[in-house]
């Protein structure tokens, strides 16, 4: 073979080897172009679905000037000299930012109310369960299950109370919780379940 030819063959390959090289260099730029923009698609998504998601717990529930001044006052659900309560992660949460249910109060006007705002929470529920991540969910669901109990009324607690009073004395055991109690202790696992959802958007989002 011609050495003129020999050169010409070596040039045609480099140019090969090089073309090749640049397709492969533009399809990974191409690839983690995609790779980002769907990171920013569904960081968006979730987002939009937290923030459903926590508008409708606190429309379930809001805080109110009440509540605020009278758990400050009786200490019921919180420590009045810290002023703080934990959640479930173990993290400090000041009093302020948590939801409550006008002070423990479920009166008639806010029963009436409540399937309209349980379905709203629930239909914000099912975004968070498709957009996840797991924990996000999961602190979610305990949000949602804790409306469900709320929104069975101070009846419901009342029921509740009786089965564990009539469970007690089947078993020799001592006094139990009141409805009062109870119904304070679920307003109160209701907020810090929206603080704990609150933390764990945060995690996700990266915030």
């Known amino acids: 073979m011609e050495p003129s030819m020999i050169t010409a063959s070596g040039a045609v390959i480099a140019a090969c080897i090089a073309f090749a090289g640049a397709v492969t260099v533009a399809r990974a730029g191409q690839r983690a172009q995609a790779r980002e923009k769907r ?3 569904l960081h968006d998504r979730r987002k939009d679905a937290y923030l459903d998601f926590m508008k409708a717990a606190r ?4 805080l109110t000037q009440t509540a605020f001044r009278n758990q400050h006052r009786d200490g019921a659900l919180i420590d009045s000299q810290s002023s703080v309560v934990l959640t479930e992660t173990g993290e400090q949460v000041p009093f302020e930012s948590v939801v409550l249910l006008a002070g423990g109060s479920l009166d008639a006007a ?3 109310r409540s ?10 529920f099912d975004a968070v369960d498709l ?11 305990r949000v949602v299950e ?3 109990q709320l929104s069975e009324g101070y009846e419901g607690f009342e029921l509740l109370a009786r089965d564990m009073e009539m469970e007690a004395k089947i ?37």
């Open 39 to 41: 990171t920013e698609w």
């Open 59 to 62: 429309a379930f529930a809001p």
């Open 110 to 112: 806010w029963l009436e």
């Open 115 to 124: 399937p309209e705002l349980l379905h709203a929470l629930a239909v914000a």
């Open 131 to 141: 957009e996840g991540p797991k924990e996000v969910r999961e602190a979610a669901l």
């Open 146 to 148: 804790s409306a469900h």
């Open 171 to 207: 078993n020799g055991g001592g006094p139990t919780s009141t409805a009062a109690d109870l119904m304070q202790a679920e307003v109160y696992r209701y907020s810090v379940g929206c603080a704990d959802f609150r933390l764990e958007v945060k995690a996700a989002l990266k915030l």
